[in-house]
């Protein structure tokens, strides 16, 4: 089993074990796997979802399970927390409210450290680990700096984290201190932090990992993966999910033309990337059919996706020819709307992730979304990552946002009339 580097840019190639996570060129780097001698992976990937072997990351993980289409290291190597093997809800009221009688909730905020980061980050550091690194480190909107600074724990390497200072969901913040990442507040947005990150990487040895390592990709993709394996390998027709850095939109792209190719899945489904309307870069560049790449000022109160200058794009242009693909961009407001419903409906997630269910929303309505169509929403952190914004929601305190389906708190005088009242 092997792989090697190849750049998207400039087609330079890199042989297995090289430390590097970009081309000389600054071009992004994919994992191209040596598919030839694959057979059977279908059975292999099922039998190990049925027997759970105790402590052995191949069989316990959702990404791991999938080792010979992500990273083929030997298992002693492998950090694992274990991650994946997320649910796959459906809800009549979410259903009916976006629409889509078909509608499946893949919820990847119930990952170790509540969120999809948690995929990528253990190829990421395994990787990391194996090359000899010293340091790792990443720019962040949270949910990275939380994943990375848990599993660099796991290795026994110090996390240097950059977070735009004032713009991270409180749980994130809380998560990256307690897991021990130094925790560098970046006095600028996560563009800049980003930039940061990059040039103190590689002038000061950091192993980096944003999403333009490679090997967070190939840990994302198991996304699709298992997604498709708790269908019985047969694909849904339309995956929306949300889209900042442009990362997953990436991943799933990659990972659909690797299930094709070794014919594990007999079509694609098209992918449908939801971006925030004040951090529309990517929907920008859709609507110029790609004919160039757009830069924004971003803003949105999904704190997740307020990324302006995604670096996977390229990456994820590719994954949207492949599958067919669109963009569409939602407002504050609809994603509060959308988070509100998605809560309300018991399963709860942060306010990027509502963006994939306010997308699937606006696309039904727009008749892109066919009735009778499989759609699967994914939710990509949990409910718990912003509690201030969940709470400024139904205390109405939102600034310029109406608080739709609000569920107000009311204080009570400690008195049993006082329940009656209320009841
Ligand atoms: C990172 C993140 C995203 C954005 O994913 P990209 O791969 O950067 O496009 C969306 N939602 C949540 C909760 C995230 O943490
Ligand atoms: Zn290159």
Request: charged share 20%; with cysteine.
């Amino acid at each position: 089993m092997s792989y090697l580097l190849k750049c998207i840019e400039c087609g330079a190639e890199f042989p297995q074990g090289e430390g590097r996570t970009e081309c000389d060129c600054g071009g992004l780097l994919d994992v191209v796997h040596d598919l030839s001698p694959l057979a059977a992976l279908r059975e292999l990937f099922d039998r190990r979802l049925r027997s759970w072997e105790p402590g052995n990351p191949i069989f316990q993980s959702g990404v791991w399970r999938f080792r010979e289409l992500v990273l083929p290291v030997e298992e002693t190597h492998i950090l694992s927390r274990p991650e994946g093997n997320t649910p796959l809800y459906r809800s009549r009221r979410l259903s009916q409210w976006t629409g889509v009688e078909d509608l499946i909730l893949k919820h990847e905020g119930e990952n170790p450290t509540g969120s999809f980061k948690d995929r990528g980050m253990t190829v990421g550091v395994t990787h990391a680990r194996l090359s000899g690194a010293k340091a790792v480190a990443c720019a962040s909107t949270g949910n990275t700096a939380a994943s990375l600074a848990a599993y660099a724990a796991l290795a026994g390497l110090p996390a240097i984290v950059f977070v735009p200072q004032g713009k991270v969901a409180l749980g994130k913040l809380a998560q990256a201190l307690a897991y021990g990442a130094i925790t560098l507040e970046v006095k600028g947005d996560f563009d800049s932090a980003m930039a940061l990150v990059r040039k103190s990487s590689r002038e000061l040895g950091l192993y980096l990992l944003n999403s333009v390592n490679p090997f967070r990709i190939e840990g994302q993709k198991t996304i699709v993966f298992e997604l498709v394996q708790q269908l019985s390998w047969e694909p849904p027709d339309w995956i929306v999910f949300p889209a900042g850095n442009l990362g997953n939109t990436g991943a799933f792209g990659k990972a659909l033309a690797e299930l094709a190719e070794l014919g594990l899945i007999g079509r694609l489904p098209r992918l449908a990337a939801v971006q925030a309307q004040g951090a529309n870069p990517f929907f920008r560049s859709f609507l110029a059919g790609f004919s160039r790449r757009e830069r924004v000022e971003a803003n949105t109160i999904a704190t997740a996706i307020r990324i302006g200058d995604p670096v996977s794009y390229p990456r994820a242009v590719r994954a949207l020819k492949l599958t067919d693909g669109l963009v569409v961009e939602v407002s504050d407001q609809e994603i509060m709307d959308a988070k509100a419903q998605v809560d309300a409906a018991g399963i709860g997630c942060e306010p990027a992730s509502a963006a994939a269910v306010a997308g699937t929303r606006k696309l039904a309505r727009q008749g892109i979304i066919n009735r009778g169509e499989q759609v699967v929403a994914i939710l990509t952190g949990n409910l718990l990552k912003d509690p201030q914004t969940t709470l400024a929601y139904h205390q109405g305190k939102l600034e310029g946002i109406k608080s739709t389906y609000a569920n107000r708190p009311r204080a009570i005088e400690p008195t049993l009339e006082a329940v009656k009242e209320v009841l």
